[in-house]
């Protein structure tokens, strides 16, 4: 089944403590995004990645790092998370850099405390 | 800078009673256009996209939209609504997928 996965689904942690969300798709997809929701503010990109060792900043890229290694992960890295950081975050894959519409994964909720 | 508005934050509809959800963007030339349902503790789905061409695109799940270049609009509408359509839905822009801030849709029984 053509997906993208994400993990974990749920975590909770510390301000502070280093943490990675990992995203997987079997699509043989070029293009990936990580985006985070929040109430009333509908889905902010974080960073995209056009291909293998391409990343670019979106609109809310501080606090977060990426890397994209290779094609099917890309992995969200939050190396001192803070509580406003705290969010829903969605990774999602395209063919064709979102022409076609995105793949999206089921979402990782995240609680810094 | 494109940018989309979903003007309403939270629509209820009765049942079997038609939806129309709004949406508007801004942009220098026609951007891509896409709506996408969320429902509770899921991702994202594609509904429908627009490219160009016939300005009535379907989409799945019985939804259409309708493309008005005059209106920089890309609404979003369904006949007669399910309780299963009950969710979260979001019109984005553009190949760098721009998202509103969506709508919430509650249907009474």
């Known amino acids: 089944e053509a997906q993208v996965t994400q993990n974990p689904r749920y975590l909770i942690t510390v301000t502070g403590k280093k943490l990675t969300v990992t995203c997987s798709q079997n699509?043989?997809?070029?293009?990936m995004s990580w985006y985070r929701q929040d109430p009333g503010l509908g889905l902010r990109q974080i960073y995209y990645?056009?291909?293998?060792?391409?990343?670019d900043k979106g609109d809310v890229p501080e606090g977060y790092k990426v890397s994209r290694k290779e094609k099917r992960n890309f992995p969200l890295i939050l190396e001192s998370p803070s509580p406003n950081q705290t969010s829903l975050y969605f990774c999602?894959?395209?063919?064709?850099?979102?022409?076609?519409?995105?793949?999206f994964g089921s979402g990782t909720r995240l609680t810094v405390v | 800078a494109q940018s989309v508005t979903q003007p309403d934050i939270h629509i209820t509809v009765s049942e079997g009673a038609s939806l129309e959800l709004r949406c508007n963007y801004s942009?220098?030339?026609?951007?891509?256009l896409f709506w996408y349902v969320q429902s509770p503790g899921q991702g994202l789905q594609l509904l429908l996209k627009?490219?160009?061409?016939?300005?009535l695109v379907q989409g799945i799940k019985g939804f259409e939209a309708e493309f008005k270049r005059s209106q920089s609009s890309f609404n979003l509408r369904k006949p007669s609504v399910h309780w299963s359509d009950a969710a979260e839905y979001f019109c984005a822009v553009s190949n760098d997928m721009r998202f509103g801030a969506g709508t919430r849709l509650t249907v009474k029984p």
């Open positions: 990645s056009m291909n293998v060792e391409v990343t």
């Open positions: 627009y490219f160009s061409g016939d300005t």
């Open positions: 699509m043989n997809h070029e293009y």
């Open positions: 942009y220098g030339a026609t951007p891509y």
């Open positions: 999602a894959s395209s063919l064709d850099r979102g022409v076609g519409g995105y793949t």
